[in-house]
C-alpha cells in the first residue's frame, strides 16, 4: 500500500508540473503572463509537490504504525495460561529445596497429540544431585519448563518444598531456581551488569566474588577496562566456555534453592569444560540439582541418575549399576566410552532444544 500511495503521488507530481509548464508556457507566447511569473508559480509548485510528497510519506509511515500498533494491542490483550492464584500459599524458610513430580502428564500446545512426559514421577530429596540422560526427545528439558512453570502439567502434581506449583506465587517460585543453560544470554552491556542481571542492588563486591568463585576473573581482569569492558552483543567478545562462567556467576549471585543444569558443558573444549565443571561443583554444593546431560562423564558423579526414555522414567540408579544392569544407558554409555572408566569419547558439538517446534 505504501509503494502504490507513492507511485500515485509521484505521477501526480510530475504530472500538474508538466501541466503547468505546458499552460504557462502557451501563456507567455501569448504575452499573458511574463517570464518571471512563470517561474516564480512553477517554484512555488515544486515545493507544494515536496511537501505533498513528505505528506505520502508520512501517510505510509502511519499506516506501519497503526498495523504494528494494533499487533502490539492483541499481544497485549493475550492472557497467559500461566496465572498466579489470589492466596498463595507460602514457601517454607529457609528453602529446603525439595523436588518432586508425581504422575505429570504434559503435552505442548503445538503438539497436542505427542505427550512430552507421560506418567512422569520424580523425587529429589535436598541437597542431592539427579542427572537426567536419555535420547533426544525423551522430556528431559520439558521437566525443567514445567518446574520453573511456564507451563502448567495436564495431569499431575508437581511440588517444591511440598507447595503445588499452582499455588504458589511463580515469582517467589521462580527466585528459588538457578537456571544454568547450555547457550546463556550475554546481554549488550558490562560484565557488572551482566552478573547483576535481575539483582540490581548488589554490591560490587558480591558482583566480584561471585565471578571469583565461577572462575570469571581469570579473564574478565584481562579485558581492557576489566569488568566494566562492553562484551558485546550476544557476547560476541567472549568465548563459549567464558559466557558459561558468567552464567555460573549468575547463579552463584542469585544463591538459588535448586540448581537446574541444561547441558552446561556440552559445547566446550577439554580446558574450558575443566574451569567451568569446577565451577559447577562449588555452585552445587549444599543445593538440590537437576542435571541434564548428553555426555555422560559429566553425571558420573550424581548422586543419583534417572533414565528417561520417550517421556517416562525407565530406569534410575548410580552410573556403575545402570551399566551392569545393562539397558538404554549401558547402551548410550557404550557409544560414548570405550569401558565402564575410561575418557569420554570426543562428542560433536551440537544444540538441541526438546519441545519446540
Known amino acids: 500500500m505504501s509503494a502504490l500511495l507513492t507511485g500515485i503521488v509521484i505521477l501526480l507530481v510530475f504530472g500538474a508540473v508538466g501541466v503547468v509548464l505546458w499552460v504557462g508556457g502557451r501563456d507567455v507566447l501569448s504575452g499573458r503572463v511574463t517570464g518571471g511569473d512563470l517561474s516564480a508559480f512553477v517554484f512555488y509548485a515544486v515545493l507544494v509537490a515536496g511537501s505533498v510528497g513528505a505528506l505520502s510519506e508520512v501517510a505510509g509511515d502511519l499506516m506501519r504504525a497503526s498495523g504494528a500498533a494494533e499487533r502490539l494491542m492483541e499481544l497485549l490483550a493475550t492472557q497467559s495460561r500461566i496465572q498466579a492464584p489470589d492466596k498463595p500459599l507460602p514457601f517454607p524458610r529457609p528453602p529446603r529445596g525439595e523436588v518432586r513430580f508425581e504422575g505429570v502428564v504434559f503435552s505442548y500446545p503445538s503438539r497436542p497429540d505427542a505427550p512430552a512426559l507421560r506418567d512422569f514421577s520424580l523425587h529429589a530429596a535436598p541437597g542431592e544431585r539427579v542427572a537426567l540422560v536419555g535420547p533426544s526427545g525423551a522430556g528431559k528439558s520439558t521437566v525443567f519448563q514445567l518446574l520453573l512453570r511456564f507451563y502448567d502439567p495436564e495431569e499431575g502434581l508437581i511440588t517444591l518444598d511440598d507447595v503445588p506449583l499452582p499455588s504458589a506465587e511463580p515469582v517467589e517460585l521462580r527466585s528459588r531456581l538457578g537456571l544454568v543453560p547450555q547457550d546463556p544470554v550475554i546481554f549488550a552491556a558490562d560484565a557488572w551488569e551482566n552478573i547483576r542481571y535481575g539483582h540490581p542492588g548488589v554490591s560490587d563486591d558480591r558482583v566480584r566474588a561471585a565471578a571469583r568463585a565461577a572462575h570469571a576473573t581469570e579473564f574478565l ?34 544463591d538459588p534453592a535448586v540448581l ?23 555452585l552445587m554444593e549444599g543445593r538440590t540439582t537437576l542435571i541434564i546431560a548428553h555426555r555422560l562423564a559429566t553425571v558420573r558423579k550424581a548422586d543419583r541418575i534417572v533414565v528417561m526414555d520417550e517421556g517416562r522414567v525407565v530406569a534410575t540408579g548410580t552410573h556403575d549399576s545402570l551399566v551392569r544392569d545393562g539397558g538404554l544407558y549401558a547402551r548410550l554409555a557404550a557409544l560414548q566410552f570405550r569401558d565402564g572408566s575410561a575418557a569420554p569419547e570426543p562428542a560433536p558439538d551440537r544444540v538441541y532444544r526438546e519441545g519446540q517446534g
Open 221 to 254: 581482569d584481562r579485558l581492557p577496562e576489566g569488568f566494566s569492558s562492553f562484551l558485546g552483543e550476544r557476547g560476541v567478545r567472549l568465548s563459549g566456555g567464558q559466557r558459561q562462567r558468567i552464567a555460573i556467576a549468575r547463579a552463584i549471585l542469585r
Open 260 to 282: 537446574l543444569l541444561d547441558e552446561a558443558t556440552s559445547a566446550l573444549d577439554a580446558e574450558s569444560e575443566r574451569l567451568v565443571q569446577d565451577a559447577l561443583d562449588h
